[in-house]
C-alpha cells in the first residue's frame, strides 16, 4: 500500500502565461473525466457556453459560496444577507442604467457574418473567423440583458428581464433592509445568485459564460468615509483569495485607469488571477458614490436616505461594492491548484485545493469489498459524515483509487484493511506528502479534527 516517492519537481507551474493552453486543455479533460464541469445539454450535442456543474463541480462551487458568505456575512454584525427574485420588472433597469447602457459594441463580419465584440478584438481590421479584411460593420450598441415576458401575453407592459447581476437587489431591497435588520452605515447588504448575460463572445470555458453565479456586496456608507471604506474592502477581498490558496504571485489589485471609470465612480479596482491567456478579472471593487440609491429613489419615488439621529439630517449613503464571481473564482481555485508531479512510475495529478475548497475532505477506501471490511468501513464512514463532506469509493486497485483523490483533491484518504479488523487502526494518508498515519478509529475524528476546518 505505500507509495513510492516523489522524484520531480511540479511539471505544471502557473508562474507564467501558458501561451500553448495545455493547462486549459488539461483543466476541461479533468473536469469531463471527474465529474466537475460538463458541457450544457450534453446528449443534444452541447448548447454553446452553457455549463453544467456535477457531483465534484457542485461541491466545489458550493464550497467557494461557502466560503464567501462565511467572510462576508457570517463572521460580520455589519453585513446582512438576501436572496432576491432574478426576474424583475423594466423600471428597475430603467433606474439603474442598464436599459441604456449596460451595451457592447457589436461589429458583424460582412464576409462570414461572425459577430464579435469590437473593444476585445486584437485587429480591430481583420476577422479572426475568416481572415477578411476591413470587413466589419459600424459597432452598434448591444444590450446584454435577457429579455422575456411574465404570464401568457407578450408586449409592453408584460416585459421582463434577467437580473444581469444581483447588485439591483440590494439597493431595492435597502429601505426595508435598514427597517429590519437594526443596521445602520456602515453597513452592508450581501447576496450570492445566478446572473444572466448575453454575452458577444463567450469563452475560456466558465470565465465568460451567459448565465453564471455572482457573489455581490453592497456597503452602504456615511460620504466621508466612503474613500477609507474602499481601500479597506480592497485590502480585504485580495486577502480573501490568497487565504484559499491562491498564490500572491498570480494576483494583482489593478486599479482602472481614470478613463476606464464610469462616471459616477470615484475609484474601482479589479482583483485579476493570471488566466493561461494573461490576467483576468476574478472581481471588481468600485467606490459608487450615491448614484445607485439616488437613482432609485427618482425613480420609484421612496425616501432612499439614511436619517442620522446624531447629526439630525437625512443623507444618501455612498456605496463601496465589492462584486466577485462564484463560477469564474472556481475556475481561478481550480487553476491555481493543478499540479503534476513524478513518482517513480509515472505522473500524479493533483489537485492541492485549500481544504475549505476541495470537494471532499475525506474518502473512506475499503482495500477490498469482502463482506468482513465492509461493516467497519460503514462504521468509519458514519463517523465522520457528519462533520465532512466524505467519499466512499470501494471500486479499483488502491493505487488507482488514491490516484482519483488526487485529482479530485481530496485532502485525506482513509484506507480500511484486514489489520483494521486486528487492531482497530486505519491507514490515513495525506494527499500532498503522500505520507501514510496508522490512526486508531477512537482517534480518527481528532486526527482530523486538528487538520481540517
Ligand atoms: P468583464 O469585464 O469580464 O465582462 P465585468 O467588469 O462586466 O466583467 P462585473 O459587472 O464587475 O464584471 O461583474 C462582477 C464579476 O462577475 C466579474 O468580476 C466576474 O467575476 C463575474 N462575471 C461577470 N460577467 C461574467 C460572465 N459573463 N461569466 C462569468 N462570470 C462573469
Same mark, same amino acid.
Given at each position: 500500500?505505500?507509495?513510492?516517492? $516523489? ?99 457589436? $461589429? ?68 426595508? $433592509? ?37 457573489? !455581490?456586496? =453592497? ?8 474613500? !477609507? ?51 483576468? =478579472? ?38 463601496? =461594492? ?17 499540479? =503534476? ?84 487502526? $486505519? ?27
Amino acid at each position: 500500500m505505500p507509495e513510492r516517492p $516523489v522524484t520531480a519537481l511540479p511539471l505544471v507551474s502557473m508562474n507564467a502565461a501558458d501561451p500553448t493552453n495545455t493547462l486549459m486543455d488539461k483543466i476541461v479533460n479533468l473536469c469531463k473525466r471527474r465529474g466537475v464541469i460538463f458541457q450544457s445539454a450534453d446528449i443534444y450535442g452541447g448548447f454553446r457556453s452553457t455549463y453544467d456543474y456535477g457531483p465534484i463541480g457542485s461541491l466545489i462551487l458550493r464550497n467557494v459560496k461557502d466560503a464567501w458568505w462565511k467572510t462576508m456575512v457570517q463572521v460580520r454584525h455589519d453585513i446582512v444577507g438576501i436572496d432576491a427574485a432574478i426576474l424583475s420588472p423594466p423600471a428597475v433597469w430603467e433606474a439603474s442604467g442598464h436599459l441604456e447602457n449596460f451595451t457592447d459594441p457589436l $461589429v458583424d463580419c460582412k464576409e462570414c457574418n461572425e459577430r464579435f465584440r469590437e473593444d476585445q478584438l486584437d485587429d480591430p481590421l481583420s476577422c479572426p473567423a475568416c481572415g477578411a479584411k476591413n470587413s466589419f460593420t459600424e459597432a452598434r450598441a448591444f444590450n446584454l440583458m435577457f429579455k422575456t415576458h411574465a404570464g401568457p401575453v407578450e408586449g409592453s407592459g408584460h416585459d421582463v428581464y434577467l437580473r444581469p447581476e444581483t447588485a439591483q437587489g440590494m439597493f431595492t431591497n435597502f429601505k426595508l $433592509v435598514l427597517e429590519t435588520s437594526r443596521k445602520k452605515p456602515p453597513f452592508g447588504i450581501a447576496q450570492i445568485g445566478k446572473s444572466f448575460r448575453n454575452e458577444i463572445t463567450p469563452g475560456n470555458f466558465v470565465f465568460r459564460t451567459r448565465e453564471f453565479e455572482q457573489m !455581490e456586496m =453592497e456597503f452602504f456608507v456615511p460620504p466621508e468615509q466612503a474613500e !477609507e471604506w474602499y481601500q479597506y474592502w480592497c485590502e480585504q477581498r485580495m486577502k480573501w483569495y490568497i487565504d484559499l490558496g491562491i498564490p500572491e504571485d498570480q494576483l494583482r489589485l489593478r486599479p482602472h485607469d481614470q478613463d476606464e471609470l464610469s462616471h459616477y465612480s470615484s475609484g474601482t479596482s479589479d482583483v485579476e488571477f493570471l488566466f493561461p491567456w494573461g490576467w483576468g =478579472e476574478l472581481e471588481g471593487i468600485a467606490n459608487r458614490g450615491d448614484y445607485d440609491l439616488r437613482q432609485h429613489s427618482e425613480h420609484s419615488g421612496e425616501k432612499l436616505t439614511y436619517f442620522d439621529p446624531d447629526l439630525g439630517e437625512h443623507y444618501f449613503p455612498h456605496v463601496i =461594492e465589492p462584486a466577485a464571481g462564484a463560477t469564474r473564482s472556481m475556475m481561478a481555485f481550480l487553476l491555481a491548484a493543478y499540479d =503534476e508531479e513524478t513518482v517513480n512510475d509515472g505522473v500524479r495529478t493533483v489537485l492541492r485545493f485549500d481544504p475549505h475548497i476541495a470537494p471532499y475532505k475525506i474518502a473512506i477506501l475499503p482495500l477490498s469489498k469482502k463482506d468482513t471490511i465492509t461493516p467497519i468501513a460503514h462504521q468509519v464512514f458514519d463517523l465522520v459524515k457528519e462533520r465532512w463532506m466524505v467519499d466512499y469509493d470501494e471500486t479499483q486497485n488502491i493505487g488507482k483509487r488514491y490516484r482519483r483523490q488526487d485529482e479530485l483533491g481530496t485532502p485525506y484518504c482513509v484506507t480500511i484493511d484486514f489489520e483494521t479488523l486486528e487492531d482497530q487502526s $486505519v491507514t490515513v494518508r495525506d494527499r500532498d506528502s503522500m505520507k501514510q498515519d496508522r490512526v486508531g478509529i477512537d482517534r480518527l475524528v481528532d486526527y482530523l479534527s486538528e487538520r481540517l476546518p
